[in-house]
């Protein structure tokens, strides 16, 4: 999450840069087009990332009960 964090606030501050630095209307519309692409590519990427994450530590989670619960099963 801190690398993300990191990434982001560096893009933003870029971006913000690029904008300042527009000479149009139309140029400035295009460089805030693009970070809103990649701001929202990254954070879905992140997002999907981090639900991997709590989904792969859930099913870790019930690996125990899981054999626990077959064990029980096969001493009857």
């Given at each position: ?43 879905t ?32």
């Open positions: 999450m801190t690398d993300y964090t990191k990434r982001a606030f560096e893009d933003g501050a870029a971006t913000a840069e690029k904008l300042f630095r527009a000479r149009s209307l139309e140029q400035a519309i295009g460089i805030h087009s693009d970070f809103t692409t990649r701001t929202f590519e990254g954070y990427h992140e997002l999907s990332r981090i639900g991997n994450l709590y989904a792969e530590l859930f099913k870790n989670s019930f690996e125990p009960i899981a054999h626990a619960l077959q064990n029980s099963a096969q001493q009857k």
